[in-house]
Nanobody
């Protein structure tokens, strides 16, 4: 079955950077989308950005424009791995980050939820 394992979280100072990884396994499909989500303490889970495996198209959640320019998604298709580069981090970015997968080439409302969810990795931004 589909499995998603996120890693790379840790504690950084404000202004610091981290690179998260999401490794997918358990399937042979090429038409899929992987998205990154996060959930801060006391807040609802929110979708950040997703990438389409077949063509590399990237879609940001239009309601989280504050991560554009700071968070960058990329992929390594042969490894079925998607990365999320987090730059210029602030304490408000403290959250558990997780990845999710859905089949196809993505939909405009991907950030509302995806079929398969993986574990989370904790990112703490603190001075």
């Amino acid at each position: 079955q589909v499995q998603l394992v996120a890693s790379g979280g840790g504690t950084v100072h404000p202004g610091g950077s981290l690179r998260l990884s999401c490794e997918a396994s358990g399937f042979n499909e090429n038409y899929y989308v992987i998205g990154w989500f996060r959930q801060a303490p006391g807040k609802e889970r929110e979708g950040l950005v997703c990438i389409v495996n077949t063509n590399g198209n990237v879609f940001y959640n239009p309601h989280v424009n504050y991560v554009r320019g700071r968070f960058t998604i990329s992929k390594d298709s042969p490894k079925k791995t998607v990365y999320l580069e987090l730059n210029d981090l602030t304490p408000s970015d403290t959250a558990t980050y997780s990845c999710a997968l859905d089949w196809g080439i993505g939909t405009p409302l991907w950030y509302m939820g995806m079929r398969f969810r993986g574990n989370g990795t904790l990112v703490t931004v603190s001075s």
